[in-house]
């Protein structure tokens, strides 16, 4: 197939796959409002007789999804990360709790999201569907992988939560390069034996800035797209660990509880490995240009590579 | 099948029975909006409900959406008297790896089609499988039962717009007004008013109804099936507690069973 223009966002990638997915009868999406912000709207314009609008009322839209699963549709459910948050209860008790295969898109996730300020910002959204037992978590980090993770969501069975970006981020992947990316695999997208960068979402691009930066000076580092946070690729972490004996996360998201999170639990149970975390602090963000805010919380190349040499000093010290 | 009105209040009596049976075996749960919503769920089961009892999970059943979902009593009995659920499933109500869980739960019991005990979410399922249903070009209609406290839920009056909305015709929807809720009585927690004329003003087909007198309730039920322009809400009035005199209007038996005495006196009146 012909290639998307070249800038996209990650919901631009998730507009797509609805189109792609739509062969499938039972495919129906749900809205609330926001369809021209997730991109939803590009499948309401092709197949309105498939595509339920809900008003502002996210509660209600993710049990109508839950109902509608239940009667053999597969429900694509989207809003930004923020107002899915709202309806957290209905997520835990009406659809995960039954095993429901519904798929709820959030967009306008992190601090990347900009100007809006701190109400649109969805910082902890990662963490909490991790929480929910069966819940499947991922967070694309451009269009192309967004919009293949979104494909397979299809006969994943049960629920799922994608975290998507309002803004647009470098492309990692192409058409002809995706056979490795799969729901519950990290892709690794740049290899080296001193440190592991594990990002997802719009850290990704960082990462592999920092990668280069670090390179310049003699230091040569893994870095993994961890698209997929839940659930998490533990054999490729302890592969990571036991190669570069550190690592680092990097996430658009607050420190505790998303990414970084759940690498620490798992290598603090199972292989105590030195790490640190490229996130937000415990804070909120505010309003202001995605570039100067993201710096203004410390998510940058710059924080990564700092980052990756705190852990490789802490893993020098050890050894 | 279509059971006639003795039949129907033969069923109320055993499933009254059960109800209370099961709630003192497991020593937990809410007899008094189980015993309120009963002769309603009787009705709607024993005569225009479509359902298979040897195939529970048929597809293109009607969908029963207990949204009051800790009246799970009423619902595992209906089940048993129709013959879906076992004497031994009922009995195992609330206990570690039973079927019969607290809250009526899809994923436990077939027959269930919903995973309740968060009030005020009921509605929206039901809409989904509305809609649904109408996407598939089925007849079948969704039935949603939710309590009057429950209306305090905003989330109902979202589903109440969007059904709407929708026109989903297919949707018929029971309020089992028995005036009191887990603390006391409505009136005394939060005011819900003329509740037939909020659905109408959210533009649903409404008509109350006395939720204990059978032969109206089946005359309801009817009607509600039969009308096919908006979506459907009956207002049943009914009595917490109904057919257990000291259950009756008595807000301690929302959320509390009968003791071995109490089972005792409630099966004399239920003989």
């Not at chain 1, 280069?212 to 054999?235: A, C, F, R, Y």
């Not at chain 2, 887990?182 to 939720?211: L, P, Y």
Request: charged content about 20%; proline content about 3%; some cysteine.
């Amino acid at each position: 197939m012909s290639a998307p223009p070249e800038s996209c966002a990650s919901r631009d990638g998730y507009g797509r796959a609805l189109l792609r997915i739509a062969e499938d009868p039972r495919v129906v999406v749900l809205e609330a409002d926001l369809g021209k912000s997730t991109k939803s709207c590009l499948f309401r314009s092709e197949y309105p007789e498939r595509t339920v609008s809900l008003g502002i009322a996210e509660q209600n839209m993710m049990l109508v999804a839950a109902g509608m699963a239940s009667s053999g549709k597969i429900p694509f459910a989207s809003t930004f990360a923020i107002f899915t948050e709202r309806a957290f209860e209905q997520i835990r008790n009406g659809i995960a709790r039954p095993g429901l295969p519904v798929h709820i898109c959030g967009s306008h996730g992190g601090i990347h999201t900009g100007s809006d300020g701190s109400s649109a910002q969805a910082i902890e959204d990662l963490a909490i569907y991790r929480t929910i037992p069966g819940m499947t978590v991922i967070h694309p980090c451009d269009d192309i992988s967004a919009e293949e993770l979104t494909i397979q969501l299809v006969e994943m069975g049960g629920p799922s939560y994608m975290r998507t970006a309002r803004n647009k981020t470098m492309r990692q992947y192409d058409y002809e390069n995706m056979e490795h990316l799969r729901i519950g695999r990290g892709s690794v997208l740049r290899e080296g034996s001193d440190v592991a960068i594990l990002a997802c979402g719009v850290m990704v691009e960082m990462a592999l800035n920092a990668a280069s930066d670090l390179s310049d000076e003699g230091i040569e580092s893994t870095v993994v797209d961890m698209h997929t946070i839940k659930p998490l690729d533990n054999q490729l972490i302890d592969r990571l660990s036991e190669r570069c004996g550190c690592l680092v996360t990097a996430e658009d998201h607050i420190t505790f509880g998303g990414l970084g999170g759940a690498v620490a639990e798992w290598l603090s149970l199972n292989r105590p490995t030195p790490l640190e975390m490229v996130g937000v602090a415990d804070r909120f963000g505010e309003s202001g240009g995605t570039d100067d805010l993201m710096e203004a919380v410390g998510l940058t190349p710059t924080g990564i590579s700092n980052a990756a040499k705190r852990s490789i000093s802490r893993r020098n010290a050890v050894s | 099948m279509r059971l006639s009105l003795d039949e129907l209040t033969e069923m109320a009596r055993k499933c009254r029975k059960d109800i209370v049976r099961m709630t003192n075996a497991a020593g937990s749960g809410h007899p008094g909006g189980s015993l309120s919503a009963i002769d309603l769920m009787v009705a709607l089961y024993g005569t225009n409900l479509s359902f298979r009892v040897d195939e529970p999970e048929w597809e293109d059943r009607d969908r029963f959406i207990l949204s009051k979902g800790h009246a799970s009593p009423a619902m595992y009995a209906v089940l048993h008297q129709m013959g879906i659920l076992a004497e031994s499933d009922i009995m195992s109500f609330r206990k570690l790896g039973s079927i019969c869980q607290g809250h009526v739960d899809m994923r436990w019991t077939a027959g269930v089609d919903f995973s309740g005990g968060s009030l005020g979410m009921g509605m929206s399922f039901g809409l989904g499988c509305a809609i649904a249903a109408k996407m598939d070009g089925s007849n079948r209609l969704v039935w949603v039962m939710v309590g009057d406290g429950e209306t305090q839920e905003g989330q109902v009056w979202e589903a109440a717009m969007a059904a709407s909305h929708h026109n989903a015709t297919n949707l018929k929807v029971i309020i089992d007004r028995n005036g009191i809720q887990n603390d006391s009585f409505i009136d005394a927690q939060m005011e819900i008013g003329d509740i037939a004329a909020k659905f109408s003003s959210f533009g649903w087909d409404v008509k109350e109804v006395d939720g204990h007198d059978l032969a109206s309730v089946v005359g309801v039920i009817d009607w509600a099936a039969n009308t096919q322009e908006r979506p459907v809400a009956i207002v049943a009035n009914t009595i917490k507690g109904k057919g257990v005199s000291f259950m009756e209007n008595n807000p301690a038996f929302h959320g509390k069973a009968p003791t071995d005495e109490e089972l005792g006196l409630a099966l004399e009146e239920l003989a």
